[in-house]
């Protein structure tokens, strides 16, 4: 009989990310995004692990989803601007299942691919728009 284990751990230096993406106000816990830390702190290798975490590809693989259901409109309103101003997309944000989403327009393709395919890893590469 074979059993497969693994341990995770926490450790004080990763409070620094925590604290950017969480608040906590009356013992509650809320995912949160700041203004300033995808021009600050983002750039095409992040973007690359957010698009394999959480991005889907759709409409003949050329518009791309990012799953950023998790912040509020407000918050993706501004993800999508900061994107755009970093990268030079012309994303937007989009209703989602009664959540707000990011989503890269099919005149986005191009670009996204080229700026994240040389870090995706082989397994991820279906998550990459396709070029015309």
């Known amino acids: ?58 409409r003949e693989g050329r518009v791309l989803t990012l799953h950023t259901q998790g912040f509020s409109q407000d918050e993706n309103n501004m993800i999508s601007q900061e994107l755009n101003l970093k990268f030079g997309f012309k994303s937007k944000v989009v209703k989602h299942k009664n959540k707000f989403v990011v989503q890269f327009t099919t005149s986005d393709a191009n670009k996204l691919h080229d700026l994240i395919k040389p870090h995706l890893i082989s397994t991820m590469q279906y998550k990459l728009p396709r070029k015309l």
């Open 1 to 58: 009989m074979k059993s497969y284990w693994f341990k995770t751990f926490s450790h004080k230096s990763f409070s620094i990310i925590w604290d950017l993406f969480y608040t906590n106000s009356n013992g509650i816990t809320k995912k949160t995004i700041s203004p300033g830390i995808i021009l600050n702190h983002l750039d095409e290798v992040g973007l690359a692990y957010w698009v394999m975490g959480d991005g889907s590809l759709h």
